[in-house]
């Protein structure tokens, strides 16, 4: 079945794949943006992100040179921000020590932040010709119906299996078609839900279609319920401006600028809450006032509804007791410093609301 599979496959992709900005060509950095922008992101968003990005910082260099503040502006929608952190670290240690080159070794390429056995083994067979067989979640549908492979194919021993499966599968010489063409097939054919079968190239290859089971598979072990939390936010003001905390570089959103405020404790008023972590935070003393706005987000482990209070300083001076950095800014400034989704909408509705009295 391996040649048969293989060779329809990829006779398939070279047909039918789609025209995207980062194929046709054999850029090792291009392709290693790009794997690392659709990481959990759909393709259509990432288009206009990856073009934007490659005018910014066309090569490792320019990405290494770069000022943090714009490397993250121009991710920012894209979230899971340390992908871009992580990003910026590899091309300084790529132009300090590979001579700004990605190294065309997959044990080397897994060595660097950010780039897991998914990422190397993709730039080493699209950048590098070499035959490293990927294992993503469209992979894994597709094997889990082509075989069929009955078990969970979220978990540590599936992922194992699963990516040796993969690796066999995959014809020598020709590593980035396969997987190219492998990804493709799940995202335009061997869809989640109603799978288009009937134009599927192995789908007289595949056991879930004969067996009529495509619905079934693949099976996913059952998540946790994900949590749900309540945080507040201050937007303080004085004289026309508001006041903007920057996040600390380790954790959730690092190095992003927010309004600041934080979690809502059992028993606490959103006022009680906001008074304490402002001061936990910047060390000063506030009086609530009227709602701005209620905001829901959701994270990959949990869900947040944040409610953005109108507040004043009334006693105190800023210290930088947890955010790493703290400046007034007027509302016509606050687009230029990256955000988070949930406070990027808060500055809007800020600009939108146009001035207020501080």
């Given at each position: 079945?391996?040649?048969?599979?293989?060779?329809?496959?990829?006779?398939?992709?070279?047909?039918?794949?789609?025209?995207?900005?980062?194929?046709?060509?054999?850029?090792?950095?291009?392709i290693?943006?790009?794997?690392?922008?659709?990481?959990?992101?759909?393709?259509?968003?990432?288009?206009?992100?990856?073009?934007?990005?490659?005018?910014?910082?066309?090569?490792?260099?320019?990405?290494?040179?770069?000022?943090?503040?714009?490397?993250?502006?121009?991710?920012?929608?894209?979230?899971?921000?340390?992908?871009?952190?992580?990003?910026?670290?590899?091309?300084?240690?790529?132009?300090?020590?590979?001579?700004?080159?990605?190294?065309?070794?997959?044990?080397?390429?897994?060595g660097?932040?950010?780039?897991?056995?998914?990422?190397?083994?993709?730039?080493?067979?699209?950048?590098?010709?070499?035959?490293?067989?990927?294992?993503?979640?469209?992979?894994?549908?597709?094997?889990?119906?082509?075989?069929?492979?009955?078990?969970?194919?979220?978990?540590?021993?599936?992922?194992?299996?699963?990516?040796?499966?993969a690796?066999?599968?995959?014809?020598?010489?020709?590593?980035?078609?396969?997987?190219?063409?492998?990804?493709e097939?799940?995202?335009?054919?061997?869809?989640?839900?109603?799978?288009?079968?009937?134009?599927?190239p192995?789908?007289?290859l595949?056991?879930?279609?004969?067996?009529?089971?495509?619905?079934?598979?693949?099976?996913?072990?059952?998540?946790?319920?994900?949590?749900?939390?309540?945080?507040?936010?201050?937007?303080?003001?004085?004289?026309?401006?508001?006041?903007?905390?920057?996040?600390?570089?380790?954790?959730?959103?690092?190095?992003?600028?927010?309004?600041?405020?934080?979690?809502?404790?059992?028993?606490?008023?959103?006022?009680?809450?906001?008074?304490?972590?402002?001061?936990?935070?910047l060390?000063?003393?506030?009086?609530?006032?009227?709602?701005?706005?209620?905001?829901?987000?959701?994270?990959?482990?949990?869900?947040?509804?944040?409610?953005?209070?109108?507040?004043?300083v009334?006693?105190?001076?800023?210290?930088?007791?947890?955010?790493?950095?703290?400046?007034?800014?007027?509302?016509?400034?606050?687009?230029?410093?990256?955000?988070g989704?949930?406070?990027?909408?808060?500055?809007?509705?800020?600009?939108?609301?146009?001035?207020?009295?501080?």
């Amino acid at each position: 079945m391996k040649n048969e599979f293989t060779a329809l496959l990829i006779d398939w992709y070279e047909h039918n794949a789609r025209n995207l900005p980062w194929r046709g060509h054999s850029d090792p950095y291009a392709i290693w943006v790009s794997e690392i922008m659709l990481q959990q992101t759909r393709v259509d968003t990432v288009i206009p992100y990856f073009n934007r990005w490659m005018n910014l910082f066309p090569d490792i260099a320019a990405l290494a040179a770069a000022p943090e503040d714009c490397v993250l502006k121009a991710w920012e929608g894209l979230g899971y921000y340390s992908r871009a952190r992580s990003m910026q670290k590899t091309a300084r240690i790529l132009s300090r020590d590979f001579n700004g080159k990605l190294p065309a070794d997959f044990d080397a390429l897994t060595g660097l932040p950010g780039i897991g056995p998914y990422t190397a083994a993709a730039i080493a067979s699209i950048a590098f010709g070499l035959d490293r067989a990927v294992l993503d979640g469209n992979v894994k549908r597709v094997l889990a119906r082509l075989l069929p492979y009955p078990e969970a194919v979220n978990t540590p021993a599936a992922e194992k299996e699963l990516r040796s499966i993969a690796q066999n599968l995959l014809p020598p010489g020709r590593a980035g078609d396969y997987n190219q063409a492998m990804m493709e097939l799940g995202a335009l054919i061997c869809l989640p839900r109603n799978p288009k079968c009937s134009e599927c190239p192995v789908s007289m290859l595949c056991a879930a279609f004969k067996e009529n089971c495509q619905s079934t598979l693949p099976v996913m072990k059952e998540k946790a319920a994900v949590p749900h939390i309540t945080v507040t936010a201050g937007v303080l003001h004085e004289n026309g401006r508001v006041l903007i905390a920057r996040r600390p570089v380790n954790g959730l959103l690092g190095g992003l600028w927010e309004f600041p405020g934080g979690k809502v404790e059992a028993g606490e008023s959103h006022a009680q809450a906001l008074t304490r972590e402002l001061e936990e935070e910047l060390g000063i003393t506030t009086e609530t006032g009227e709602l701005l706005g209620r905001y829901n987000h959701a994270y990959t482990h949990f869900k947040v509804t944040l409610y953005a209070y109108h507040a004043r300083v009334t006693a105190g001076e800023i210290k930088l007791l947890q955010a790493s950095e703290a400046r007034w800014v007027d509302l016509t400034e606050l687009d230029a410093y990256p955000m988070g989704k949930i406070d990027r909408m808060i500055s809007r509705d800020l600009v939108k609301a146009g001035d207020f009295d501080g």
